[in-house]
């Protein structure tokens, strides 16, 4: 069974600051999903990644599969970026995966 | 951009009731999921269907759960006798295909309250 770990729990920010939200997991995996859960519930993709760096926008997310760890950075944050961001981890091949997930990190970024 | 949509977005039911929760997949994707999510704690996996059958189900969706593609479009995760345990954010997602190595695609939610 895979163990999904983040840190922190919870993070406060003010705006403008670079943010970093680690992932880490124990079990070898074939992708690693970064998702966003805003205050309402409803949760968004922001990246799937098995290797490497992916960017979009201000997000940064990037993923060392030797070490089991993942990173979520946010560069010039914004009041609008609050939200939990989790971290879900998909094991074994093939495509119909079911997803693993961390108990999130709360973001607070202050104006 | 098209998107999974789930229905209510609230239900609230008394212990004992049926209730039926319904999702609409993207429509040209052919792997649907359904997560749980118990306020304060991590999203769980439920189950996944493919090709009109139950890929693979976690040991909390017993008995009391069923899942269904009743048509071409929708795809419904039915709780039997809810408990109150079974309140929870309920989500749908779905998935395109097993060639391309892409996210799965997630719902709003249903609240889901048990009295």
């Known amino acids: 069974k895979n163990e999904v770990e983040q840190s922190p729990q919870n993070l406060t920010a003010q705006e403008g600051e670079f943010i970093t939200i680690n992932c880490s997991y124990s079990?070898?995996?074939?992708?690693l999903h970064w998702l966003q859960q805003h205050p309402g519930g409803g949760i968004v993709s922001l990246f799937m990644?098995?290797?490497g760096k992916k960017k979009h926008g201000r997000l940064i997310a990037t993923i060392n599969i030797q070490e089991k760890h993942s990173s979520l950075h946010i560069t010039a944050s914004h009041p609008r970026d609050s939200a939990v961001y989790i971290c879900a981890v998909k094991a074994g091949g093939g495509s119909n995966y079911k997803l693993t997930f961390g108990k999130g990190t709360l973001l607070t970024v202050n104006p | 951009e098209p998107e999974v949509t789930q229905t209510p977005s609230h239900q609230v039911t008394q212990m004992g009731q049926e209730v039926i929760l319904r999702c609409v997949p993207i429509s040209n994707h052919l792997y649907f999921y359904w997560y749980r999510q118990i306020l304060g704690q991590k999203v769980e996996f439920l189950v996944s269907f493919y090709n009109n059958e139950i890929s693979e189900k976690s040991e909390i969706f017993d008995d009391q759960f069923s899942v269904e593609r009743p048509d071409g479009s929708n795809f419904t995760l039915k709780i039997r006798s809810t408990k109150l345990e079974d309140s929870a954010m309920y989500f749908c997602?779905?998935?395109?295909?097993?060639?391309?190595?892409?996210?799965?695609?997630f719902g709003d939610g249903t609240r889901l309250s048990i009295l």
């Open positions: 997602a779905s998935l395109k295909d097993s060639q391309s190595n892409q996210p799965q695609h």
């Open positions: 990644l098995s290797s």
């Open positions: 079990v070898g995996i074939s992708a």
